[in-house]
């Protein structure tokens, strides 16, 4: 369900004022009304708005400087200047400060609904599209990989080296924590980032088909096989392939995936001619595969083969500080896709969520935003949207759990990651409420509850 547009209109006559809510209240939106350019400013602070609708000439404060005051707090709102007096001079001024457009009294419904129509339609592309291209830009990048933990900052670390490299890597870690993500990150950023990057599930496929699958058949090799096919590591030839839950493949099979990454080359099923591949080989598992070798049901060398490099992806539980730039990142790409302004979740939503164990790890917790903005009505999440299993069982966990002296808590969490984004930020306020995605009158509280000071100097 799409959000109802927020539209703020600024005038000092009465008639305009009453005039316009109702046109734009029978067009389906929300508007407010205020006859001042002070009062404007104190709204545009408190909340979000779509598109403000300011007069040019009024007492204390005119509409020019309404619009510069207003671009300071939120560059991007969108403005529509009106006036009474249209002049060139009038039109040049208002575009050079910033508007969006103008429109000129005596004015009609129709005038005004297709000059909102046409705004709101291209804020919308806009958003989208700057959201498709950084996504297009940065899409696999180590800062796509949120978290300033210690552990997570050494795992960036150690992909940093690795990248550079083409040495095989096995990632560990629980299912949902971003395997597949740190791997795709590993080849956007390696000397092979030009060339393919292919994944496959040892887990999705049953034995009979895993092999062709990694390796190809020609046609006629087995019954269905109705034409040649290549396999993952013929199409991963100059680039990545990823195995994904590689402890589910069947012995037969690792053993011929084991003389291929020796050699290099190998034959398709039910084929004669000997195909050389330059491949560089990712793996990531759910499983100890250690414990694997030892009931026979891994080979001992091809896990030392896989093992060049290992790295082991923490479950959510043990790097809950990350949890809330987590929340952040996904807040802002749901709220885009869904066309809805969510800022924010609000305290009480943030510590259940920070409290609960997410045994489905960032995959979860992912789950549980996304559907949150989808159900939400209001302009953040709170404790309604959080799905009823996560609040029984964060209330459980924080009332058994016995926490060691070195543990932080919830307030120290927020206060951290507070102090973290002001020092990146120079301490400028409005940047900082930006980036943490909330309203200025909310941040100086926060500087005011946990005593934050600007250091001097």
């Keep these: 369900m799409k959000e109802i547009p927020q539209i703020l209109i600024v005038d000092d006559e009465l008639i305009v004022r009453e005039s316009l809510v109702d046109w734009l209240s029978e067009s389906g939106y929300e508007s407010v009304a205020v006859d001042d ?9 408190s909340k979000d708005w779509d598109l403000l609708l300011v007069d040019l000439k009024m007492p204390k404060m005119d509409g020019i400087e309404v619009m510069r005051q207003v671009k300071e707090i939120s560059k991007d709102i969108p403005i529509v200047i009106i ?17 969006y457009d103008y429109i000129v009294k005596p004015f009609n419904p129709e005038e005004i609904n297709l000059v909102i ?27 796509d990989i949120v978290g300033k933990s210690s552990k997570m900052q050494d795992i960036l670390s150690l992909l940093r080296t690795v990248a550079k490299s083409n040495s095989t890597v096995l990632i560990n870690g629980e299912s949902g924590t971003g395997k597949e993500l740190i791997a795709r990150a590993i080849h956007s950023t390696s000397l092979r980032a030009q060339g393919p990057f292919v994944a496959v599930s040892c887990a999705a496929l049953p034995e009979s088909l895993l092999e062709s699958e990694l390796f190809g058949h020609e046609k006629g090799a087995f019954t269905g096989a109705v034409s040649t096919r290549k396999g993952k590591f013929e199409m991963a ?13 069947d012995i037969r099979t690792q053993a011929d995936f084991l003389r291929v990454l020796e050699e290099r080359e190998f034959r398709r099923l039910g084929g004669s001619e000997l195909i050389k591949v330059d491949v560089r080989v990712l793996s990531a598992t759910n499983k100890n595969l250690e414990k694997l070798v030892e009931k026979g049901e891994f080979r001992e060398d091809l896990y030392y083969r896989l093992n060049v490099v290992a790295m082991e992806v923490p479950p959510l539980r043990e790097r809950r500080e990350d949890i809330p730039l987590l929340i952040e990142h996904f807040v802002k790409k749901y709220a885009i896709e869904n066309g809805k302004t969510i800022k924010f979740v609000d305290g009480d939503a943030l510590d259940i969520l920070i409290k609960y164990d997410w045994p489905g790890n960032v995959r979860e917790l992912e789950n ?4 949150a903005i989808v159900v939400v009505k209001k302009h953040f999440i709170g404790l309604e949207e959080l799905p009823t299993l996560i609040k029984d069982k964060a209330s459980t966990v924080a009332k058994d759990a016995e926490y060691s002296d070195e543990t932080l808590s919830l307030q120290d969490i927020e ?7 002001l020092e990146a930020t120079e ?17 100086y509280n926060k500087l005011k509850k946990y005593k934050l000071k600007r250091p001097k100097g």
């Design 37 to 45: 350019g002070y009062k404007a400013i104190e709204k545009v602070k």
């Design 83 to 99: 006036t009474g007096y249209p002049t060139v001079d009038t039109a040049v001024q208002a575009m050079k400060e910033g508007a």
């Design 117 to 143: 129509r046409n705004i709101l339609a291209h804020q919308k592309l806009v958003k989208e599209n700057l959201y498709l291209r950084q996504e297009l830009k940065r899409r696999y990048q180590f800062k």
């Design 237 to 249: 030839d100059n680039g990545t392939l990823f195995l994904d839950e590689v402890g589910d493949m």
């Design 368 to 371: 549980t935003i996304e559907r």
């Design 415 to 421: 206060k951290n990651h507070i102090e973290t984004i």
């Design 427 to 443: 301490w400028n306020i409005k940047k900082a409420a930006d980036v943490l995605e909330i309203d200025r009158t909310t941040l």
